[in-house]
């Protein structure tokens, strides 16, 4: 039996054929509107505080083209985790891997890889954040969240780098510019859910490059 295959319909997304147990899609999200929320994606708040503004919008510094995905609120409320969510693929095992730059924030300055999202307060979460300099792993429970695996490394504000997470079964391994940070297991969610990209708090962080691999 062939195996289904999700398609991504997002503006600037492109799939890629890998080998026959995965596809890849990556979105650069250069087809979309500035001012916009690429078309396949919603917003949501894990948290409290006031609207998430996640929006397209033009970095000439960006590694795939002058426009990026961005969340601009300025609202400081500390538990409050804004999301960004990908209509498709609905996967349990999957590697994603995104460029960020953390831009600005005073009470945080966090970027996030969101998986197997069941609903706003229920999912996986990766993390950098460049004011604390570490990348945590994190489980989202009822709108709880709990750290099972981090590590500390320079997150530096102002420029490009690279996080990647990567889901089969119970095992999580985490990678930061490139290098495998570590290996972490946990059996909460193991349904299929969905992708989103997530900050905290303040942060204004843009996006690009984006890559979701299913398995």
Do not use: C
């Amino acid at each position: 039996m062939t195996k289904r295959r999700d398609t991504l319909i997002l503006a600037g997304a492109t799939l890629m054929a890998g080998a026959a147990s995965a596809d890849t899609a990556r979105l650069d999200f250069e087809g979309g509107l500035v001012g916009t929320v690429p078309a396949g994606v919603t917003t949501a708040l894990t948290g409290s505080g006031g609207p998430v503004k996640w929006a397209i919008v033009e970095d000439a510094s960006a590694p795939a083209g002058a426009k990026v995905l961005a969340q601009t609120s300025a609202d400081k409320t500390d538990y409050r985790f804004p999301l960004a969510i990908f209509g498709a693929p609905v996967a349990a095992d999957v590697e994603v891997v995104v460029k960020f730059k953390p831009v600005a924030g005073e009470v945080d300055r966090a970027a996030g890889i969101a998986v197997r999202l069941a609903d706003k307060d229920n999912y996986y979460v990766v993390r950098a954040n460049a004011l604390e300099d570490n990348v945590r792993l994190y489980r989202v429970v009822k709108g709880q969240r709990i750290q099972f695996a981090g590590a500390n490394v320079k997150v530096p504000s102002g420029a490009w780098q690279e996080l990647k997470i990567t889901a089969r079964g119970n095992r999580f391994e985490v990678s930061f510019a490139g290098k495998r940070l570590y290996e972490a297991t946990d059996s909460t969610f193991a349904n299929p859910g969905r992708v989103a990209l997530w900050t905290k708090s303040e942060s204004v962080t843009h996006f690009d490059d984006l890559r979701i691999q299913t398995f």
